[in-house]
């Protein structure tokens, strides 16, 4: 017994004081922390995570298409808009590059190397839409001095081809909204006389403004926000 009570009394010494801290409300959530989910959303297979969720959206956007191409009128043209980044394209790899900050000359450089790869759903998507004759328009942010890249990426994981792909104008007015600029250029689409059945977008930005589509669908993107 006596043993016994002096190794409990060992172990007690032994022991690190408990320490006294004073905390303080942090304001928002750690940031490094908050990264690190967002790495595990974005490679994680269960249906919660990112490409599960951009998967369920294309299968309503697949059904919202097909639903829509069987009771046009004849005649009727029918459009589809897509916006392009992390909704047909996905600039993963340069956002891990840049630990989710936006750094001017590394987009610069990424856009260049055209190795944005195909969000898969959305490929789908728009293979469905190239079956069944629904005209393709791509509405994206990218500048014009973009173009050319921007054309060979797309071709290259699939989206072979198109009816407009349109880039924001360099001379663009400084106050000009994406709300403002991608609804101005919807509207440029339905005064062709097409019917715009369905918007797909990362941002509610891409969505939002008129004339809108008959129907609008947002995909996950919790790397980055565009107003």
């Not at 309503?60 to 043209?77: C, D, H, M, N």
């Not at 590059?97 to 898969?120: L, S």
């Not at 990218?142 to 890249?149: F, H, V």
Request: net charge negative; glycine share 4%.
């Amino acid at each position: 017994m006596r043993k016994l009570v002096l190794a409990f009394l060992l172990a007690a010494l032994a022991a690190p004081a408990q320490q006294s801290i004073i905390r303080i409300k942090e304001p928002q959530p750690n940031l490094g922390l908050l990264k690190n989910r967002l790495t595990e959303y974005h490679d994680c297979k269960e249906s919660n995570c990112y490409y599960p969720q951009i998967d369920t959206q294309s299968d309503k956007e697949i059904q919202i298409l097909k639903r829509r191409v069987a009771k046009a009128k004849p005649g009727e043209k029918l459009a589809l808009v897509l916006d392009i980044d992390e909704t047909s394209l996905s600039n993963w790899d340069e956002e891990k590059q840049d630990d989710y900050g936006y750094i001017a000359a590394d987009w610069d450089a990424w856009v260049k190397r055209r190795a944005c790869t195909a969000i898969p759903g959305t490929l789908r998507l728009y293979q469905e839409a190239e079956k069944d004759k629904v005209a393709v328009f791509f509405i994206t942010g990218r500048p014009q001095d973009e173009r050319e890249d921007t054309a060979a990426n797309l071709k290259a994981v699939g989206y072979t081809q198109w009816d407009g792909l349109v880039l924001r104008a360099a001379d663009h007015p400084k106050t000009q909204t994406v709300v403002d600029y991608k609804s101005a250029e919807r509207q440029e689409i339905v005064a062709q006389g097409y019917t715009i059945i369905l918007n797909v977008g990362d941002q509610m930005s891409d969505l939002n403004g008129n004339p809108q589509a008959e129907k609008s669908v947002k995909l996950p993107n919790p790397f980055y926000f565009i107003p």
